[in-house]
């Protein structure tokens, strides 16, 4: 008994002096975390928590530059700039990482997850970190997700309460095959296009509309150019902040542990920032003149009725297993 207290006196002793900011192994680092939404959204406020609580736990050692509005280049780019090496973090949708990983399309299938505590579950539990984890071969560290969220349609021809108003309406999607076949399903024109030219696409009207959770509708102001917001909630959209493989293996081991501590810190502040935010969101919209529309329990079900074919299409290139999966844990959570 009296080794055990003299160990554990011991371990303590230690845990004191490497909980130490200066003990720790920290060397001097500048980390580009690029992001594509505005410094004024819940994204960039969160890549703000992430710097400031980094330089907290590393006595301002590591130092994440949050750079905004796609400045660094649209998801895909960064994704690409993190797997060559020439920046260090990112934060960007799920869904634009199809092209690296394919399994990564399974989020995207529509009216998947019921609610936001369903999807923290998932995510945050060994299906996501499994899903993660499949970017390292790639030459990508997957350290957390944050919340997009549930995504609305948004116009300027008309109110989109059924699926036919979608007719011919040409409509921005992500560069995502799954959303490519889900509207066009619903007999709009998808178009895929990056985030970073969204909005002056929507200026010019090379799309008629677009699709997006409330708080992005109202931080990349898309209410100056787009009358029509229907509260769809088709599809619930992750963001997953990303680190550069080549760079993370470089670090030391308390730099990881101060990076991946900071990131879930950073997860649970954003998913709350956001959450009280899109609560918000809609009366603001409104402000802005947005003519906003409910759409019915029933009508979203014809709409989940016609996205089948885009789902068993998911399915068949090669996404079998990936659903099964998904779907067992999603059960799992609902019990
Ligand atoms: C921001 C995007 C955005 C996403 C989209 O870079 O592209 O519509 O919802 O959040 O990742």
Redesign the pocket.
């Known amino acids: 008994m009296k080794k055990i207290i003299q160990s554990i006196a011991i371990a303590l002793a230690f845990t004191s002096v490497a909980g130490a900011v200066s003990a720790a192994d920290y060397k001097p680092r500048i980390i580009r975390f690029g992001?594509?939404?505005a410094e004024d959204s819940n994204q960039g406020r969160a890549v703000k928590f992430f710097s400031e609580d980094l330089a907290k736990r590393t006595g301002g050692k590591l130092k994440a530059k949050g750079f905004a509005s796609?400045s660094l280049g649209s998801?895909t780019q960064m994704q690409n700039a993190l797997i060559g090496g020439a920046q260090e973090m990112m934060v960007?949708?799920t869904a634009?990482l199809v092209g690296i990983v394919k399994d990564f399309g399974v989020y995207d299938l529509p009216f998947l997850f019921n609610n936001e505590k369903e999807a923290d579950a998932v995510l945050d539990g060994p299906f996501g970190q499994k899903l993660a984890a499949k970017l390292q071969e790639k030459g990508l560290v997957g350290l957390v997700y944050w919340e997009?969220g549930f995504r609305n349609l948004t116009n300027t021809k008309r109110p989109v309460t059924k699926m036919e108003d979608l007719q011919g309406i040409k409509l921005r999607v992500?560069q995502n095959p799954v959303y490519i076949d889900m509207f066009n399903s619903f007999g709009a024109n998808a178009v895929p296009l990056p985030?970073s030219e969204l909005f002056t696409a929507l200026e010019t009207k090379t799309v008629d509309g677009q699709e997006?959770p409330v708080n992005?509708i109202q931080s990349s102001k898309f209410y100056e150019v787009q009358k029509y917001l229907s509260l769809t909630k088709h599809v619930y959209?992750p963001?997953i902040v990303l680190a550069s493989k080549k760079w993370w293996d470089g670090l030391s081991a308390d730099e990881k542990k101060a990076l991946q501590d900071s990131a879930i810190a950073s997860r649970d502040f954003e998913r709350a920032d956001s959450r009280a935010a899109a609560l918000k969101a809609v009366d603001f919209l409104k402000s802005k003149g947005m003519q906003v529309s409910e759409v019915s329990d029933a009508e979203l079900a014809r709409m989940r009725e016609k996205a089948k074919p885009a789902i068993d299409k998911f399915v068949a290139e090669g996404g079998a297993e990936v659903v099964k999966e998904l779907q067992a844990e999603i059960a799992k959570v609902r019990k």
């Open positions: 992001y594509g939404l796609a998801d960007g949708s634009t997009n992500m985030f997006n992005t959209s963001w």
